[in-house]
């Protein structure tokens, strides 16, 4: 397995994985590495030019320092999204393997009546509800989206149980007088995980996709916290004066979504030995 994740880090992916290192290490020490205090105005120096003065970056239209408001706004997508991603990995997982594997009775209202009935409703409305009545914010936009995400790795879960339940080594532990719990969480879930380890990348990439569309609208993250959504929201009306007040916070949307999406195609490459098409 090592093997083939070597193989499959071409040099695009390669790039990929330092640029979503340097996000994590941006996560843990955002302030050590913004230069100035993101929150802080200096009217004075309103809507600079990238590279003048000490702002690397430019500042914005009430001369805060768009690189320091970057760096935060990342350090405030990667926790909502990572958070939303583990509520969804728990949540759809557990649902997929206790459907899956029990069938039934449980399989109908596990899989028919809770993911199908998620699967119904259109997410962005699901999203947008969640906020109208819990108020914006972090906490709301992490449950909001790990339940509107779950389905996905509930699906997978389940797919995946049902191709591995009446194996050999499942039938043993079984024979062996295993308990449920160890069947499923100590033999069958070590072997189904490579999927919804890749599905956790691209997971990623939606929630920070998503996340930036409704801070662009006012329904994400609460002002004066910075969000990259929120900064393209507040730069479009700067784009034919000061044009960078919106592209550098957009650009780091995209190369960010970008990234994660190559991370999920190489640990699809190296996880699934079926799966060779990026050569």
């Known amino acids: ?100 594997y029990f069938g039934g009775v449980v399989e109908v209202v596990t899989m028919r009546v809770v993911v199908d009935v998620l699967l119904a409703f259109p997410p962005i409305i699901l999203v947008l509800l969640a906020v109208t009545l819990r108020g914006p914010g972090a906490g709301t936009l992490i449950v909001a989206m790990g339940v509107l995400f779950a389905p996905t790795f509930a699906r997978i879960a389940y797919g995946q149980v049902i191709s591995v339940k009446r194996l050999e080594y499942v039938e043993a532990a079984t024979a062996f007088g295993a308990p449920t719990r160890t069947r499923l969480f100590g033999v069958i879930l070590p ?58 916070p957009g650009a780091f949307v995209v190369l960010t979504i970008l990234a994660f999406g190559l991370l999920g195609d190489a640990l699809r490459s190296g996880l699934d030995p079926k799966s060779r098409n990026d050569r």
């Open 1 to 100: 397995m090592r093997r083939r994740l070597r193989q499959a880090l071409t040099p695009l992916r390669l790039v990929a994985l330092v640029y979503v290192g340097l996000l994590l290490v941006t996560l843990l020490f955002a302030p050590l590495v913004a230069p100035h205090d993101p929150l802080t105005q200096d009217v004075a120096n309103r809507l600079q030019g990238p590279g003048l003065g000490t702002h690397l970056l430019g500042t914005d239209e009430l001369g805060r320092d768009i690189l320091s408001r970057v760096v935060y706004g990342a350090r405030v997508e990667l926790l909502i999204a990572l958070g939303a991603t583990v509520v969804s990995m728990v949540l759809g997982t557990l649902l997929g393997l206790l459907g899956g």
């Open 191 to 248: 072997n189904i995980s490579a999927p919804l380890i890749v599905q956790v990348s691209l997971t990623i990439a939606t929630a920070i996709l998503l996340e930036s569309g409704l801070s662009y609208l006012g329904l994400g993250v609460v002002p004066p916290t910075p969000s990259w959504g929120s900064m393209v929201a507040q730069g479009q009306r700067y784009l034919s004066t000061d044009p960078h007040v919106l592209l550098v």
